[in-house]
């Protein structure tokens, strides 16, 4: 006999949540100590998860309770459930190779240091080193110690991406960067379009401040423009801008407590974030994950962060931004069934870089930071300008970065090294530099780890100037307003999944989903 969609959907989420709780605390304690141990730990507890999402019996009934035309939040747990199990639908060897592989070359990252100098440097320190040196040979050295871990996994990324595309194939997709895009809920004949807008909206005022940039270093370094190379940009992949081509905020962040900056944002608009604090591992360590994450444990309200912590405006950022990962995670409204309590991607990346952008706002800096005033007034429109510039630098990384994965699944044997470059001097007018032969492509973890993902990052940020406008209009601002946060929380954390990410932006924005602020916004750079 047939089962029908509430015994399917029953089933599913007695099997699903103790082993996506295990996987999530296995995968926790992988980042915070990265052993071999761990590592394995975490790879058996993925496995039990995807042998869940893998079965078949499950995944027909699915199937089934789907074609026989639910509607309503039945049919919307049946859609998450589908998309959540289709990318496991494949012959176990290749999942275990897969999650194996995946597992392995993530310990190797979060373990790998560059050496500087002799001596073995975390990313921070070759940030810090990228941002403030004046030496170029210091500053070529720690730009070249940013790479070293992709000669490292490069083999291992090329072949996760032959068996990716292996499990797609066997599902009858083009490729695993057609199938997660479709699991995703994007078209993909629309992200195309989008990114090509993006493109368009932000080419010209890109090269406008770019070259005003490279003059600047051009005369800090005391060599001629068309001499520039990727290490006199601050950010190893030029994804945020120099300091020289924005406003440097550092100073004001000298002995302040970023920890205890982002709780004030959040508690001043009526978000409480101290339980979520106080389960998160969040100052740097030997041995740990360097980026820094927010990880929704229990779909219950254990939210964690990890992230690792200096006094710059850097860190505050990613701690605002984590933040408003996990104050989603603990907005669901309580009634919400277990598959819709969580988000997409796109919404949650709208809140968190929605979150981060506010220690660029003036109402930040004075209301939470403390900074004077007539500082602020100093300032100018230069702060508005620099987010401008913030927006149109990470767009055209985006691009780099949505281009190279486009292409390494189509073809995961083709010359990528030199397809890499090819991307970065097109997109982010960088000089690559000479005769340099790596694959500095797979220095970028997301690529091993988190696969066709980057334009939700895009996405995010899209989104997240929906939300500042919106928000701007019916809460007079944002820092210090409750009524900005109980916006946040009714509509856009409490719905969860129980509507599609389109649907959920125009709702909680009151607008579609559109280039048009993006464009916008990096006008005034
Ligand atoms: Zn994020």
Same mark, same amino acid.
């Given at each position: 006999m047939r089962r029908g969609a509430r015994e399917t959907l029953v089933e599913a989420e007695e099997r699903l949540a103790p082993l996506a709780l295990a996987?999530?605390?296995?995968?926790?304690?992988?980042?915070?100590?990265?052993?071999?141990?761990?590592?394995?730990?975490?790879?058996?507890?993925?496995?039990?998860?995807?042998?869940?999402?893998?079965?078949?019996?499950?995944?027909?009934?699915?199937? =089934?309770?789907?074609?026989?035309?639910?509607?309503?939040?039945?049919?919307?747990?049946?859609?998450?459930?589908?998309?959540?199990?289709?990318?496991?639908?494949?012959?176990?060897?290749?999942?275990?190779? %897969?999650?194996?592989?995946?597992?392995?070359?993530?310990?190797?990252?979060?373990?790998?240091?560059?050496?500087?100098?002799?001596?073995?440097?975390?990313?921070?320190?070759?940030?810090?080193i990228l941002r403030r040196s004046d030496d170029p040979f210091e500053r070529r050295e720690a730009w070249e110690a940013s790479k070293t871990v992709g000669a490292e996994v490069a083999s291992d990324v090329r072949e996760l991406a032959r068996l990716r595309n292996q499990a797609a194939r066997g599902l009858g997709y083009r490729d695993w960067f057609a199938l997660s895009l479709q699991t995703d809920e994007l078209d993909e004949q629309k992200l195309i379009e989008t990114l090509a807008e993006a493109d368009r909206a932000t080419a010209e005022p890109f090269a406008r401040w770019k070259g005003a940039l490279d003059e600047k270093l051009a005369s800090r370094f005391g060599s001629p423009v068309s001499e520039l190379r990727p290490w006199h940009y601050a950010d190893p992949f030029f994804q945020e801008p120099p300091p020289d081509g924005s406003v440097d905020l550092d100073p004001l962040f000298a002995d302040q407590d970023v920890v205890a900056l982002a709780r004030r944002t959040f508690e001043g608009i009526g978000l409480e974030v101290e339980g979520i604090l106080r389960r998160s591992d969040l100052y740097p360590r030997e041995g740990k994950n360097q980026h820094a994450f927010c990880i929704d444990i229990d779909r219950g309200g254990d939210v964690r962060i990890l992230a690792n912590t200096v006094e710059t405006h850097d860190c505050a950022d990613t701690m605002l931004h984590e933040l408003g990962h996990g104050v989603y995670d603990l907005g669901f409204r309580d009634d919400l069934p277990w598959l819709m309590r969580s988000t997409h991607l796109v919404a949650t990346e709208g809140s968190a870089l929605f979150s981060g952008a506010l220690t660029?706002?003036?109402?930040?800096?004075?209301?939470?930071?403390?900074?004077?005033?007539?500082? %602020?007034?100093?300032?100018?429109?230069?702060?508005?300008?620099?987010?401008?510039?913030?927006?149109?630098?990470?767009?055209?990384?985006?691009?780099?970065?949505?281009?190279?994965?486009?292409?390494?699944? =189509?073809?995961?044997?083709?010359?990528?090294?030199?397809?890499?470059?090819?991307?970065?001097?097109?997109?982010?007018?960088?000089?690559?530099?000479?005769?340099?032969?790596?694959?500095?492509?797979?220095?970028?973890i997301h690529i091993a780890v988190a696969p066709v993902y980057y334009h939700t990052y895009l996405y995010g940020a899209i989104v997240g100037l929906q939300l500042t406008s919106a928000l701007e209009d019916a809460a007079g601002g944002i820092v210090e307003r409750p009524e900005a946060g109980r916006i946040l929380r009714e509509k856009l954390f409490a719905p969860g999944q129980s509507v599609r990410w389109d649907t959920l932006v125009e709702e909680s924005t009151g607008s579609p989903f559109s280039v048009a602020s993006l464009e916008r916004a990096v006008a005034k750079v």
């Amino acid at each position: 006999m047939r089962r029908g969609a509430r015994e399917t959907l029953v089933e599913a989420e007695e099997r699903l949540a103790p082993l996506a709780l295990a996987s999530n605390v296995a995968w926790w304690e992988s980042q915070v100590e990265a052993t071999e141990e761990n590592a394995a730990r975490r790879t058996e507890a993925e496995l039990a998860l995807s042998d869940v999402l893998a079965d078949e019996t499950l995944f027909d009934a699915v199937r =089934a309770a789907r074609e026989a035309g639910v509607n309503g939040e039945t049919r919307r747990q049946l859609d998450l459930l589908h998309d959540g199990m289709l990318k496991h639908q494949v012959p176990e060897d290749l999942r275990a190779r %897969i999650v194996e592989l995946e597992s392995s070359v993530d310990m190797r990252f979060s373990r790998h240091r560059g050496v500087v100098g002799g001596i073995e440097v975390g990313d921070t320190e070759i940030k810090r080193i990228l941002r403030r040196s004046d030496d170029p040979f210091e500053r070529r050295e720690a730009w070249e110690a940013s790479k070293t871990v992709g000669a490292e996994v490069a083999s291992d990324v090329r072949e996760l991406a032959r068996l990716r595309n292996q499990a797609a194939r066997g599902l009858g997709y083009r490729d695993w960067f057609a199938l997660s895009l479709q699991t995703d809920e994007l078209d993909e004949q629309k992200l195309i379009e989008t990114l090509a807008e993006a493109d368009r909206a932000t080419a010209e005022p890109f090269a406008r401040w770019k070259g005003a940039l490279d003059e600047k270093l051009a005369s800090r370094f005391g060599s001629p423009v068309s001499e520039l190379r990727p290490w006199h940009y601050a950010d190893p992949f030029f994804q945020e801008p120099p300091p020289d081509g924005s406003v440097d905020l550092d100073p004001l962040f000298a002995d302040q407590d970023v920890v205890a900056l982002a709780r004030r944002t959040f508690e001043g608009i009526g978000l409480e974030v101290e339980g979520i604090l106080r389960r998160s591992d969040l100052y740097p360590r030997e041995g740990k994950n360097q980026h820094a994450f927010c990880i929704d444990i229990d779909r219950g309200g254990d939210v964690r962060i990890l992230a690792n912590t200096v006094e710059t405006h850097d860190c505050a950022d990613t701690m605002l931004h984590e933040l408003g990962h996990g104050v989603y995670d603990l907005g669901f409204r309580d009634d919400l069934p277990w598959l819709m309590r969580s988000t997409h991607l796109v919404a949650t990346e709208g809140s968190a870089l929605f979150s981060g952008a506010l220690t660029t706002r003036a109402e930040w800096l004075e209301g939470i930071l403390g900074t004077s005033p007539s500082d %602020i007034a100093g300032l100018g429109t230069r702060l508005e300008a620099a987010r401008a510039a913030e927006l149109a630098v990470f767009t055209r990384w985006v691009l780099v970065m949505n281009a190279f994965e486009r292409a390494l699944y =189509a073809d995961p044997e083709a010359d990528l090294d030199t397809l890499w470059w090819e991307l970065v001097s097109r997109y982010q007018g960088i000089t690559p530099p000479d005769d340099r032969r790596a694959p500095d492509w797979a220095a970028k973890i997301h690529i091993a780890v988190a696969p066709v993902y980057y334009h939700t990052y895009l996405y995010g940020a899209i989104v997240g100037l929906q939300l500042t406008s919106a928000l701007e209009d019916a809460a007079g601002g944002i820092v210090e307003r409750p009524e900005a946060g109980r916006i946040l929380r009714e509509k856009l954390f409490a719905p969860g999944q129980s509507v599609r990410w389109d649907t959920l932006v125009e709702e909680s924005t009151g607008s579609p989903f559109s280039v048009a602020s993006l464009e916008r916004a990096v006008a005034k750079v």
